[in-house]
């Protein structure tokens, strides 16, 4: 049977990189997506953006909405203090079957849990779940017009507290224009865009890091 562009990737990951060495996951992917078939992580360039906000923040808790195939949560879970725990939910068995491969590969499993669910229904119940009150850092990089509804609802959980941070993906390309006025217009966010480039392309893209405030 035709193999899946994720599985392609993986085995890319497990051709190229060293197992238990994140960079080299990182890289491989990179290599992957540039030079054989684009897919939709991150990437190298506002990955490194991404990296220098997780380092500033060098946050406790972490939560990313949109797994995919793990390549952000490899980037992020690489830089976080051993203590740290990164919860990542992804609502399609087939890419979160990928991803724990990858995050396995990396051997970043122990700071990583990998929830399959949609975060619709998950948000709600992180706290009870996994006995986590707030979260220093949110990465949003999955269905666009899901980063509103979803933000709100993080609000309304109580998952949000003064100087929690939220990065945002894409913001300009594919878009998520309603988040980006909500983020950019509340009193209770603190917003800033790093302009970049979508993934492996000239085009322009960037990234929204927004401040709660309480
Ligand atoms: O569409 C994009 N990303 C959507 C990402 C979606 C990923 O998040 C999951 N998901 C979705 N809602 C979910 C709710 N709950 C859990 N997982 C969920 C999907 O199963 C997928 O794994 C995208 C597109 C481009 N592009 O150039 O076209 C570039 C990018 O960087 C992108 O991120
Ligand atoms: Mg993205």
């Known amino acids: 049977t035709q193999s899946t562009r994720p599985q392609r990737l993986l085995s890319a990951v497990q051709k190229n990189a060293t197992r238990g060495n994140p960079r080299s996951v990182v890289r ?15 990437g190298d360039e506002k990955g490194c953006i991404l990296d220098s906000i997780v380092s500033e923040v060098n ?54 849990q990998l929830v399959e669910g949609s975060s619709g229904d998950w948000i709600p119940k992180i706290q009870e779940q996994f006995g986590i009150n707030t979260f220093d850092l949110v990465f949003l990089d999955h269905w666009k017009d899901r980063y509103l509804p979803d933000t709100k609802l993080m609000e309304k959980c109580g998952l949000l507290r003064k100087g929690s941070v939220l990065v945002a993906d894409n913001v300009i390309c594919p878009g ?39």
């Not at 992917?29 to 992580?41: G, P, T």
């Not at 979508?198 to 990234?207: C, N």
């Open 176 to 214: 998520t224009p309603d988040y980006l006025e909500y983020v950019r217009s509340s009193p209770c966010y603190k917003s800033q865009y790093f302009i970049s480039h979508l993934e492996y392309t000239k085009a322009e893209d960037g990234l929204e890091k927004s401040v709660f405030l309480g």
């Open 59 to 112: 946050p406790v808790t972490v939560l990313e909405l949109g797994t995919y195939c793990g390549y952000s949560t490899v980037r992020i879970a690489s830089l976080l203090p051993p203590n740290a725990k990164l919860i990542t939910l992804e609502f399609n068995p087939d890419f979160a079957a990928i991803a724990r491969q990858v995050i396995a590969w990396a051997g970043l499993q122990d700071k990583v």
């Open 28 to 42: 491989a992917i990179d290599e992957f997506c540039r030079h054989k078939e684009w897919a939709m992580n991150v």
